[in-house]
């Protein structure tokens, strides 16, 4: 299954909005029409983000007219839209830098190779995701004991990346080893991605599961239900700090309490060595409407005052360890991680 893909010169995606009732393709014809998806959140998942903004920028390179100039600037002017549209995850960022580049290397090129190079390498950012899923899945699933409960929190699955997932990934990987896991999904509210996304995930490959809502997480966990928490991540800064769905911070608390160890897999897209510590992440706020109602049936009084950061910050010292395709970074992160991103 492939969450976004380029086809007869439009990006289709998934309509994650429309999950799990109905399986329908979102076609892009124009950058606006990708920055309006990102903003919806039809597609969403910190490197699905990433690969869309890339095929974006090649799709604003293959509609610009003019010269080799004009197109960079079309490329330009369509970064700062996409960039625009979502403030956490920093793959979109990651993603939108290295298409500038390449984009910003080929300036005396014709505008056929200008063209087919910004394609080539939204489809390079594709094709890495993927197999960097598989690689985290690989390294993940030694983790995991046989016969685990494996809790997760939100939705880092195929639908979150190109393919595979991140957490996902390694819970996909510990099942193909024949580990005989069972994964308990939180809703994730107010968006639901547990429940509408990663359920559906789950139940499309027959991974035995148990949805749960978000406020029964400590319960399963002190039970002794649950042997390992993976979940993904929308941006770590330089220390190891994880920003992920909202939620994901109490999460960690609870594995704490309780001595089960925290897993986050993320690819090496999603690391932020710019930024010292998780302080420093842009929570994205989305509307409160988004918690007072669900899918325009109101869940609240009217008027109530109501917040919804999408995001949390896990402080690293709550982090078992980074799950990455170039391995597994345990603490101290600071060392960790940069060893990792200089390796290769
Ligand atoms: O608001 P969303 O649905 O885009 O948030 C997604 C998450 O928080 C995921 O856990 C994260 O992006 C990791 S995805 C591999």
Redesign the pocket.
């Known amino acids: 299954m492939k969450t976004v893909w380029w086809q007869d010169g439009a990006v289709c995606l998934i309509d994650?909005t429309r999950l799990p009732l109905e399986e329908c393709v979102v076609t892009c014809r124009s950058v606006a029409e990708v920055a309006r998806a990102i903003r919806a959140?039809q597609v969403?998942?910190?490197?699905?983000?990433g690969a869309t903004a890339a095929f974006g920028l090649a799709l604003a390179a293959q509609g610009a007219a003019g010269d080799t100039s004009a197109i960079l600037a079309t490329v330009e002017e369509s970064s700062a839209m996409l960039a625009r549209t979502?403030p956490?995850?920093v793959?979109l960022f990651w993603a939108l830098q290295r298409m500038g580049k390449r984009a910003r290397a080929l300036a005396g090129a014709s505008t056929e190779d200008l063209r087919a190079a910004l394609l080539a390498e939204a489809q390079a950012i594709a094709a890495e995701d993927e197999a960097a899923c598989r690689a985290m899945g690989r390294f993940g699933a030694e983790l995991v004991p046989p016969g685990a409960g494996i809790l997760t929190?939100?939705?880092?699955?195929a639908l979150?990346?190109v393919s595979y997932?991140?957490?996902?990934g390694v819970v996909r990987a510990a099942w193909e080893r024949d580990k005989q896991v069972h994964v308990f999904v939180d809703e994730t509210r107010p968006?639901l991605?547990g429940a509408r996304?990663t359920a559906w995930e789950l139940a499309k490959e027959s991974i035995p599961m148990t949805l749960i809502t978000d406020n029964m997480a400590g319960h399963f966990l002190h039970t002794g239900k649950v042997q390992c928490v993976v979940?993904?991540?929308?941006r770590i800064a330089a220390n190891g700090d994880v920003?992920?769905?909202?939620g994901?911070y109490g999460v960690a608390v609870l594995a704490r309490e309780n001595n089960v160890p925290f897993y986050v897999?993320?690819?090496m897209s999603?690391l932020d060595f710019q930024i010292a510590s998780g302080d420093q992440i842009p929570i994205?706020e989305?509307d409160p409407a988004e918690v007072t109602a669900w899918r325009g049936v109101q869940t609240a009084p009217s008027g109530v005052r109501a917040a919804h950061p999408?995001?949390d910050v896990t402080p690293s010292r709550y982090v078992t360890a980074i799950i990455t395709e170039r391995g597994v970074a345990r603490a101290p992160f600071a060392e960790s991680l940069r060893a990792m991103a200089a390796a290769q």
């Not at 929190?153 to 699955?157: E, I, Q």
């Not at 997932?165 to 996902?168: C, N, S």
């Not at 979940?231 to 929308?234: F, H, I, P, Q, W």
């Not at 920003?243 to 909202?246: L, T």
């Open positions: 994650q959140m969403r998942g910190a490197p699905a983000i979502r956490t995850a793959n929190h939100c939705n880092a699955g979150a990346c997932g991140t957490a996902l968006f991605q996304l979940v993904g991540a929308d920003a992920n769905k909202i994901t897999a993320a690819p999603t994205e989305r999408a995001f």
